[in-house]
């Protein structure tokens, strides 16, 4: 199967720590990107490459990959953390994006 | 600065066609693919494909095989989507988005603002 499966919703309080997992078929066979996006606005990409976070992202945002699931961590989550967040995965040609998870900070 | 600005918002009658353009600036055009991906009313993200200024020229998502064609002007550093045959299924906002330099191609890394596309008769 090609799916990418995320939790369609996650809550977290203040301070907390957010984990949002992406499973899939092979998923730990290739890099996996991270992407936030506030309501109305266009996603951005947050964590890549297992390791490596964009300029300007907040170092609480963190990847890891275990075999078949790979994980977003916000630690220290803030209000302003609360997004949705797509995993996405690659093959030679393809790009494919996982539900997305709605991450609520309450 | 890296900036992709796209065309604004495109109504389209049911079996017709939308042309969506993206604009970049503050990079090197033909060094990255640029991805389409778009986005149902309340749902996830889809990728529809790329386009590249190279002999790898485009590539699409099977759904979307025969109905999407992906341009380029590297004179005027603007891409192009144009969708054919359109439903309500294809109602969506449409993003268009850099790839990453070279083997990086598939890291999605600056995305344009969004172009909303209602089909409707």
């Known amino acids: 199967s090609n799916e990418v499966t995320q939790p369609p919703t996650l809550s977290v309080s203040p301070g907390q720590t957010a984990r949002i997992t992406c499973s899939g078929h092979?998923?730990?066979?290739?890099?996996v990107c991270w992407y936030q996006q506030r309501p109305g606005q266009s996603p951005q990409l947050v964590f890549y490459q297992d390791t490596r976070r964009p300029s300007g992202v907040p170092e609480r945002f963190s990847g890891s990959t275990s075999g078949d699931t790979a994980t977003l961590t916000i630690t220290g989550t803030q209000a302003m953390d609360e997004a949705d967040y797509f995993c996405?995965?690659?093959?030679?040609?393809?790009?494919?994006f996982g539900g997305g998870t709605k991450l609520t900070v309450l | 600065q890296v900036q992709l600005v796209q065309s604004g918002a495109e109504v389209g009658r049911p079996g017709a066609s939308v042309r969506v353009s993206c604009r970049t600036s503050?990079?090197?055009?033909?060094?990255?693919?640029i991805h389409w991906v778009r986005q149902s009313p309340g749902q996830g993200l889809e990728w529809v494909g790329w386009?590249?200024?190279?002999?790898?020229?485009?590539n699409y998502a099977q759904k979307f095989q025969g109905r999407v064609t992906m341009t380029r002007d590297t004179s005027i550093k603007t891409a192009y989507m144009e969708l054919s045959g359109l439903t309500s299924d294809d109602t969506a906002v449409y993003f268009c988005a850099r790839g990453g330099y070279s083997t990086s191609w598939y890291i999605l890394d600056y995305w344009g603002q969004g172009t909303r596309v209602i089909v409707s008769s």
């Open positions: 386009s590249s200024s190279d002999s790898a020229g485009t």
């Open positions: 503050g990079y090197t055009f033909s060094d990255h693919y």
């Open positions: 092979n998923l730990g066979h290739r890099f």
């Open positions: 996405q995965t690659w093959d030679s040609t393809t790009v494919r």
